[in-house]
């Protein structure tokens, strides 16, 4: 498929750049659906599902680290490399609809997921519930698999160096290979205990891996940055991401559902061992343990258990510390930052990128 008539202005905003983005993505999925319609109308469902998910919602930041790196290192015109960034969307919706089967949720941007939406398609012509889902989650699934095709692809259309694409094809392979061990890692950890993984380790893997390293190496990859400024760009990239899913965990519990757009009470239903909880554990007295403990975990949670465990986790103090190491996170990122060999326009772009990851609540 060949991609024209959008050239980004010099210097785009997060907002500018999501704009750019989807107007790039929408029709690459259109055209998908309507390749899919030729082959049967079951297949189009899945691609316009897919379409549904993508419109709901997302801020595109991985696609816009991508433009940002890029255009720091780098004089050639940003819709050079759309294609890459795009691919970051790509992955990264991907990975949510995955994401959402393992953690058993239906709503994603506060619509239908893919998941979810198969169980009412399927909810006429297959009568046995446990069936219906297995046949919704294995739709989702394909859905996923689709969509790390088409990343992969998106490289491939990249206007560049033949080495600085086989390099960006490999960044996307290890972003993949880091993300799905961060997410198994973070899955087994509900079952096999506190010493399965360290949390820290899970959130560099699940997250900084390909919302953070991946998308800024591209960017400065394919503008051929060099050897030592893509060292400094992967530390930063790995501090801000681990900072991120800190930030994220605080989210998944203590977020509002109606500005998250899922969920805020599956983190503790399925017993997320994640660094909040881990410091709840270091912190928290004996009675406050054994409280928590007959908390989580458990899917039957009602509002009331809910809010109780909310309460145990701020009243260890563990909320607080969190919130505390994510404020040191942030000065390292600074600091690295400042090392960076960049003019002060796109010095101050990343440290407002600083400023929209870590100063979130959604």
């Known amino acids: 498929m060949k991609h024209v008539g959008i050239t980004p202005a010099i210097t785009l905003t997060p907002t500018e750049s999501k704009a750019v983005i989807d107007a790039f993505i929408a029709p690459l999925l259109q055209q998908r659906a309507e390749e899919a319609r030729r082959m049967s109308p079951h297949y189009e469902t899945l691609w316009q599902d897919i379409q549904k998910l993508y419109s709901a919602g997302g801020k595109r930041l991985r696609s816009y680290m991508t433009l940002l790196a890029f255009e720091s290192f780098s004089t050639r015109p940003t819709d050079s490399v759309l294609p890459a960034a795009a691919a970051q969307e790509l992955l990264h919706v991907a990975m949510l609809i995955h994401d959402d089967i393992i953690d058993r949720d239906d709503i994603r941007y506060g619509v239908k997921n893919v998941a979810r939406e198969y169980l009412d398609h399927y909810e006429e012509i297959i009568e046995n519930t446990d069936d219906r889902r297995h046949y919704a ?5 394909l859905a996923g698999d689709l969509l790390i095709s088409e990343a992969y692809n998106l490289l491939t259309e990249t206007d560049a160096e033949p080495s600085a694409i086989i390099a960006a094809l490999r960044l996307l392979s290890k972003a993949v290979f880091q993300v799905i061990g961060g997410e198994l890692l973070d899955t087994e950890a509900a079952f096999r205990g506190a010493d399965a993984a360290d949390p820290l380790l899970i959130a560099e893997q699940k997250t900084a891996s390909y919302s953070f390293v991946g998308p800024l190496l591209m960017g400065a990859t394919l503008a051929q940055a060099t050897p030592e400024q893509l060292e400094t760009l992967q530390r930063f990239a790995e ?24 969920s805020v009470d599956g983190d503790l239903k399925e017993g997320k061992r994640t660094f909040l909880i881990e410091e709840f554990y270091r912190l928290a007295t004996e009675k406050q343990k054994v409280t928590f403990d007959a908390l989580f975990g458990r899917h039957d949670l009602n509002a009331e258990a809910i809010a109780l465990a909310k309460s145990l986790l701020i009243e260890s103090g563990a909320k607080h510390a969190v919130e505390v190491l994510i404020d040191a996170y942030q000065e390292h990122v600074h600091a690295l930052l400042a090392s960076l060999t960049i003019d002060e326009h796109h010095r101050a772009q990343f440290s407002d990128l600083i400023d929209l990851c870590l100063k979130r609540n959604k």
Do not use: E, M, N, P
Not at 137 to 141: D, E, G, L, V, W
């Open 239 to 262: 501090q801000l991401g681990t900072a991120y899913q800190l930030r994220d965990d605080i989210i998944g519990i203590f977020g509002d559902k109606a500005v998250t757009g899922k």
């Open 137 to 141: 989650q294995s739709a989702a699934i």
